[in-house]
Nanobody
């Protein structure tokens, strides 16, 4: 069983930066960050493939957010710059096995979330 623990959320003013961390227990093949606002569905933010060889981002965060991982520490990061009020949400780390035939990640494991609040 994989456990994911997020940290690094907080409150910042628009234009500010935060770095989220997700510490994982166990081997992880692929990971991603998602966010959710109350009353809305969960939105994918950024993804990283097996071994960190590929990354992808939602259009809304491209150029502002950077996903990365430290394999030695088994930790996933999300550097968030130029934050906007619309980035306010609960951010979740997710991980799972890589489905090579489909080229997608099976996000079976989820963290408890960390709140990010951006004020204007």
């Amino acid at each position: 069983q994989v456990q994911l623990v997020e940290s690094g959320g907080g409150s910042v003013q628009a234009g500010g930066s935060l770095r989220l961390s997700c510490a994982a227990s166990g081997y992880i093949y692929c990971m991603g960050w998602f966010r959710q606002v109350p009353g809305k569905g969960r939105e994918g933010v950024a993804w990283i493939g097996p071994g960190g060889t590929s990354t992808d981002y939602a259009d809304s965060v491209k150029g502002r957010f950077t996903i990365s991982q430290d394999n030695a520490k088994n930790t996933l990061y999300l550097q968030m710059n130029s934050l906007k009020p619309e980035d306010t949400a609960m951010y979740y780390c997710a991980a799972g096995p890589w489905r090579s035939l489909l080229g997608t990640c099976d996000y079976k494991y989820w963290g408890q979330g960390t709140q990010v609040t951006v004020s204007s």
